[in-house]
C-alpha cells in the first residue's frame, strides 16, 4: 500500500509564488519517478512535471521556466516551486511516484485529495 499526501497550496496573487510538497509512505523501494499532475475545474488531470531516474525533468509547456520540480534522494518526497503564478495555475495539485515501470496513482486511478491552489487578486 501506498500513501501520497501533498501539501502547501493555498491562496497567492497573480505573480506570487507557492512550494507544494508530497510526501509518501508505504511500499516505495523501487520509486524511480515522481510528478506532478493538476485538474482545473471542468479540464481534465493534466502532468504539469516530472522528475526520474537520476534528475532527468519534464515540464509541460504552460509552466516551462516558472515551475521547477525536485526530490529527495529516496523518491520519498517531491516538491514544485512555483514562481510567477497565473490565474490559470488555478486548479487542484496531485504528485504521483513511479514504482518500477508502473506510476502508482496513474494506474490505479486513486488521486485523493490533491491540494488546492488559487490564483487570484
Known amino acids: 500500500q501506498v500513501s501520497l499526501v501533498e501539501s502547501g497550496g493555498g491562496l497567492v496573487q497573480p505573480g506570487g509564488s507557492l512550494r507544494l510538497s508530497c510526501t509518501t509512505s508505504?511500499?516505495?523501494?523501487?520509486?524511480?519517478?515522481m510528478a506532478w499532475y493538476r485538474q482545473a475545474p471542468g479540464k481534465e488531470r493534466e502532468l504539469v512535471a516530472a522528475?526520474?531516474?537520476?534528475?532527468?525533468?519534464t515540464y509541460a509547456d504552460s509552466v516551462k521556466g516558472r515551475f521547477t520540480i525536485s526530490r529527495d534522494k529516496t523518491f520519498k518526497s517531491t516538491y514544485l516551486q512555483m514562481n510567477s503564478l497565473e490565474p490559470e495555475d488555478t486548479a487542484v495539485y496531485y504528485c504521483?511516484?513511479?514504482?518500477?515501470?508502473?506510476?502508482?496513482?496513474?494506474?490505479?486511478?486513486?488521486w485523493g485529495q490533491g491540494t488546492q491552489v488559487t490564483v487570484s487578486s
Open positions: 522528475i526520474v531516474g537520476g534528475g532527468t525533468t
Open positions: 504521483d511516484v513511479r514504482l518500477g515501470n508502473r506510476w502508482y496513482r496513474t494506474s490505479t486511478n486513486n
Open positions: 508505504g511500499t516505495v523501494l523501487s520509486a524511480n519517478g
